[in-house]
């Protein structure tokens, strides 16, 4: 029996790509819902997230931040496992997120490419042997026009790589984000941001470590939005069967 994997957000750029690799994967895609647009042929669209739950195995959701507390919710009273690949939700959202995890199992992770998730635990090495009183740790993104919101989720998942290699949160450890005017000097152990957007670009990361006499930095590009499908669709098929719980992509890639 192949896995039916239901898809949110059905007609957006992710979730075309996904109706594309779940058979590829060997799997089915259960049906999909959608806002607006149209789907692709042959698949059958649901009226909202409930009915897509009770059709499938597992869902996949990349669809927007806004989504991210009711779906997860519906997910765990259907008991459907759920793939959250939304960016840009709030510590609130996240909260909740983890909430319905308690009863269903959940792989959230703000970034399905194999080599972000390496890109993030090598992060967190680097910022434990560079001490922050030295090294001035930054973050650069570039995103496609399109894109909504900013950081990228993967941003802020470098930040918070970063502030766990520091023994700290990215929230302790302050947050320096679009500094435009006269935004006084940059704090010590702080971690800065900068988003750059325009043209269809699909994902780059870049984390920089400064200090007085020398840079390090790391650099991550995506090429094709298809290795964040192939990595959901991946750890859908992990998902199925799995004890409730929020998991993270370094748990399918057993990192
Ligand atoms: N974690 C990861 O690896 C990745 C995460 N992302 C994230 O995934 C999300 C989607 O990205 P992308 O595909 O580029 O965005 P798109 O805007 O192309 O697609 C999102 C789709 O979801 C639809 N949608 C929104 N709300 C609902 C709803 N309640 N029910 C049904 N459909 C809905 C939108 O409809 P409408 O057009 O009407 O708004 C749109 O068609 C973003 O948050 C992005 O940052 C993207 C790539 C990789
Ligand atoms: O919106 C996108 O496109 C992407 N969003 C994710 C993010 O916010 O980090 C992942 C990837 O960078 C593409």
Redesign the pocket.
Known sequence: MTTRIGI????????RLLAEEVPTAGASVAGG?????TAPAGIQVLP??GALCGASEVVID??????ARTHAATAAETGTPLVL????LSLEDEAAVAEAAKRVAIVY?????PGVNLFLAIAERMAAALPPEQYDAEIVEMHHR????AP???AIALGRAVAAGRGTTLEAAGIESGRDGHCGARGTGTIGFAALRGGQVV?EHTLVFAAGSEHISLTHKSFD?RV?AT??VRAALWLKGRAPGLYGMKDVLGM
């Open positions: 949110a957000g059905i007609a957006g750029r992710m979730g819902t959608l806002r607006s647009g909202d997230f990349f669809t927007h931040a806004g989504n690949g939304s960016s840009g992770a703000a970034n399905f490419a399109q894109k909504v919101d990228s989720g993967t994902g939005r964040y990595g959901a």
